[in-house]
């Protein structure tokens, strides 16, 4: 019965291990080339800041009556029909600014209350910057880091990312328990192990104190 139970373990860590692994392959290349791209900025067929397009518009809106900060963003937003994550909110006594983003797509918005008027300053990046700027979007605003997101869709990107973050850390322990399975390719897997678990400890704790 313990044979059998076993026997069954390891043949569902096994298929759970390849099925997963076929689901999160495009997650993975996603992340392994908008990564590469983070650290290559220099690279000509990546330059998506030099080929950005900036456009700035001015439109009245309408000023609303109530002056909180979180219902003044609501109401302009629903106003210039806007979906977006919104962070770096100033609320000052005549005027507001926020930036509403997207992967790829910045609006920086300021409101003048006597006026009535909305200016935007639209960036958008093309292809490559889309990809890049997925890599570190999670609406998180960096003057306000306990804010929650506000988007719908950046609370599906983080909650994805965190199961991704999850099935990877399956990956690896799934792969360790195959790994002990084979008798012939213990040593290369063991000093594989030992390699990569020095040089993960020396990036995490031992670079802080050099």
């Known amino acids: 019965m313990k044979k059998n139970i076993i026997k069954d373990l390891i043949y569902w860590n096994r298929k759970l291990h390849i099925h997963l692994g076929l689901f999160l392959l495009l997650f993975i290349w996603l992340f392994s080339f908008s990564g590469l791209l983070l650290n290559h900025s220099d690279w000509k067929f990546a330059s ?64 003048d209350f006597k006026k009535g008027l909305c200016t935007q300053n639209e960036i958008k990046f093309n292809a490559w ?18 804010r929650k997101s506000n988007w719908i869709l950046t609370y599906i990107w983080r909650l994805t990312m965190n199961g991704i973050a999850v099935g990877l850390i399956f990956l690896c322990f799934s792969s360790i328990v195959m790994w002990y399975k084979l008798r012939k390719g213990r040593l ?21 104190i050099l």
């Open 129 to 146: 910057g889309v990809i890049r700027t997925m890599h570190t979007f999670n609406g998180v605003d960096k003057n306000n880091p306990f």
């Open 188 to 208: 290369l897997g063991t000093i594989l192990l030992i390699i990569g678990c020095i040089g993960a400890f020396y990036f995490v704790f031992l670079i802080k």
């Open 48 to 111: 998506f800041w030099d080929e950005r397009n900036e456009k700035k518009v001015t439109t009245p809106i309408v000023i609303p009556a109530n002056l909180d900060s979180a219902g003044i963003v609501r109401n302009i937003m629903h106003q210039l029909k806007v979906s977006a994550e919104v962070n770096e909110v100033e609320l000052n006594k005549d005027s507001i600014d926020f930036r509403a983003e997207v992967p790829g797509h910045i609006k920086n918005i300021h409101v």
